[in-house]
């Protein structure tokens, strides 16, 4: 069965003490309440990730990064690589966010690097893809984000591809309030899981976990969580506030 993920991103948000303030009521909060079979991943800024990994302990919540660099090691002043977040045991990255995508340039060529680059240092990436609100309007939303998936992706093996997490995130809904339908996450991830289906057959597809990111609340969760095809949710705003957030993870049945 695939793995249900519920993962935070807090993108540059929180100074240290209100970081470690926000995980410790989490923490109270969420302990009875992680199933079994959800992941919860809180993917911080990076230089919380280690006093936040400490400070989550043996739990069952673990940390994530937002981003690595599509280098090992050397001259690259200001980051961070996929094996620097080994040798910090931190599991999971985020790779490919809208956000990095049209703020840093990032493309599908440099994300094919980057996601193997976090696979090497047996890190898992959590690949994002989603289309603009013109893409959408334009009803070629589809085309657009099979590109994105190819273009990344469809490199790698079927063994490579199943340590790989997707999380579908419309840009049109990030941060705006504005989230997808249940119905309309579905499709989207429905048109994913089949194009993996169709380049590396529907066993290995079915094991793929493909989130949905994009405004996901307290409110919409239980809904979205409940389509066949979303696995979980990368939630942005609403992991800054941790009644929210904890609420968003019991969402998830
Ligand atoms: P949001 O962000 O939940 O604030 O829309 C999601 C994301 O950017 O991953």
Redesign the pocket.
């Known amino acids: 069965m695939r793995k249900k993920i519920v993962a935070g991103?807090w993108?540059m948000n929180k100074t240290l003490s209100e970081a470690k303030a926000l995980v410790a009521e989490v923490m109270g909060m969420i302990s009875s309440e992680v199933k079994a079979n959800t992941q919860v991943v809180l993917c911080v800024p990076f230089p919380y990730l280690v006093p936040i990994k400490n400070q989550l302990g043996n739990s069952s919540v673990i940390t994530g990064a937002q981003n690595c660099s599509e280098h090992d090691w050397g001259a690259y002043t200001g980051e961070v690589s996929a094996l620097m977040l080994k040798s910090m045991e931190v599991p999971y990255v985020?790779l490919g966010?809208?956000?990095r995508r049209q703020y840093f340039g990032e493309d599908g060529t440099l994300l094919a690097t980057k996601v193997n680059k976090a696979l090497a240092a047996e890190r898992t990436p959590i690949f994002?893809c989603g289309e603009a609100l013109e893409i959408r309007e334009a009803g070629t939303h589809e085309k657009l984000v099979k590109q994105q998936v190819e273009e990344a992706l469809f490199y790698l093996s079927a063994d490579d591809l199943k340590k790989v997490v997707i999380?579908y995130?419309p840009v049109w809904?990030?941060?705006?309030g504005k989230t997808a339908t249940a119905q309309q996450a579905q499709e989207m991830h429905a048109v994913i899981r089949k194009q993996l289906a169709s380049k590396y057959g529907e066993a290995v597809a079915n094991e793929i976990s493909i989130l949905y990111?994009?405004?996901?609340?307290a409110k919409n969760a239980a809904e979205l969580f409940a389509c066949p095809d979303v696995d979980g949710g990368?939630?942005?705003?609403?992991?800054l506030k941790s009644r929210e957030f904890v609420d968003v993870v019991k969402a998830m049945k």
């Open positions: 991103n993108k985020i966010h809208s956000e994002c999380a995130e809904a990030i941060g705006t990111g994009g405004s996901v609340n990368l939630v942005g705003g609403a992991s």
